[in-house]
């Protein structure tokens, strides 16, 4: 069973209701994560590289520095399709984790101290 591809109307007013920080560009979602430096960069490509692998569904990154642009397209049906939306939220949600938020045990990283910034939060 082919896979639905979504249009380009379809395809904004889902990230506008749920990946808000995604925004499509010349066929692929894309989000640009901001990092604190290199060793936040590598940790970001590896998260994403897991959750991809897990997922059996490849994206296209861009790395540098200080940031890395997460690309998402169902090379297959080439087209935006579900594969696209459920990594990418999978993606932000694991990425965007913020323990002390949720209170507990776990307190996130200090970005107070230059030594331990990681991402830069939206």
């Not at 939306?85 to 990283?109: D, H, M, R």
């Not at 970005?111 to 939060?121: A, H, Q, T």
Request: charged residues 25%; hydrophobic residues 40%; proline residues 3%.
């Amino acid at each position: 069973m082919a896979a639905k591809v979504y249009s380009e109307q379809e395809i904004i007013a889902k990230l506008e209701n749920e990946l808000p920080h995604w925004y499509l560009e010349n066929g692929w979602i894309r989000r640009k994560y901001r990092t604190s430096g290199w060793k936040a960069t590598l940790m970001v490509v590896n998260t994403v590289g897991h959750l991809a692998e897990a997922a059996w569904h490849h994206p296209d990154l861009t790395v540098s520095y200080a940031f890395v642009i997460v690309k998402l397209c169902t090379h297959d049906t080439k087209g935006i399709t579900d594969k696209d939306f459920e990594l990418a939220a999978k993606i932000e949600q694991v990425i965007g984790w913020q323990p002390a938020l949720e209170g507990g045990a776990l307190t996130s990283t200090p970005n107070d101290d230059v030594r331990f910034k990681y991402i830069k939060y939206d």
